[in-house]
């Protein structure tokens, strides 16, 4: 087991969980240590924060306990939101947050937990992928990692990078998004008063709407490439 222990990041001592059974499974009736560390990823509008929210629904539905978490969501909330209307709370994963500390205070509390759903995944810090490694490898919790891959200027954002390294599997989500041009979309282009940017911080918020300052718009290789928004774009 790898130790991501730091002098910032103590290693947390595992206690017994009082719903676990030495000699059988997890109370929520899966074998212990079967737990996995998944990565699903996609480009925007791909379906990422829907498809977190229908895994959530279905593992409470079969009575597994779990907490849901975001970062930088485009509800500027404590939620996870869709592009189609669903919305459910979850807990601000800010830079201070220990998410191994998160579950063993919950459980300290009594309160099982079986699995994290992490929407945004990849605006999470390198530190937290680590503590998700850790919470499957030491204290047998599920974690189902959602975000995308790289940023406007094509390359990985950091956590998402580590999510590849590190995650059991990893999956592209299968909604297809297409670029104006009816090509496959790739790539999340920054567009700034109508223009294709190739410079700036790396997490700037913005929205889809072509009237916003500040938007994103899917784009297939060739055209993110020649920042070509499209017929009527400016």
Excluded at 56 to 75: E, M, W, Y
């Amino acid at each position: 087991m790898t130790d991501h222990a730091t002098a910032d990041s103590p290693r947390l001592a595992r206690p017994r969980r009082p719903d676990e059974h030495p000699a059988g499974g997890g109370a929520d009736g899966r074998p212990l240590h079967a737990a996995a560390l998944r990565f699903y990823w996609g480009p925007m509008d791909c379906g990422k924060s829907t498809m977190a929210l229908q895994m959530n629904h279905n593992h409470a539905r079969q009575g597994r306990r779990g907490l849901v978490t975001t970062r930088i969501d485009r509800s500027l909330g404590p939620q996870v939101t869709t592009r189609i209307g669903l919305a459910h709370e979850a807990i601000e994963v800010i830079d201070e947050l220990d998410l191994r500390v998160l579950v063993t205070s919950r459980r300290a509390e009594g309160v099982r937990i079986d699995y994290l759903i992490c929407d945004e995944a990849s605006f999470y810090q390198i530190a937290h992928v680590e503590q998700m490694a850790e919470l499957v490898d030491s204290y047998d919790v599920d974690v189902y990692a959602f975000g995308l891959a790289t940023d406007f200027r094509s390359r990985l954002f950091p956590a998402a990078r580590r999510l590849f390294e590190l995650a059991d599997t990893v999956a592209r989500i299968q909604v297809e998004v297409l670029c104006w041009c009816g090509r496959e979309g790739l790539l999340n282009a920054r567009v700034v008063n109508g223009q294709v940017v190739r410079e700036g911080a790396q997490v700037v918020v913005g929205d889809t709407a072509y009237t916003a300052q500040v938007r994103y718009q899917v784009l297939c290789r060739r055209h993110y490439r020649a920042g070509d928004l499209g017929p009527g774009s400016g």
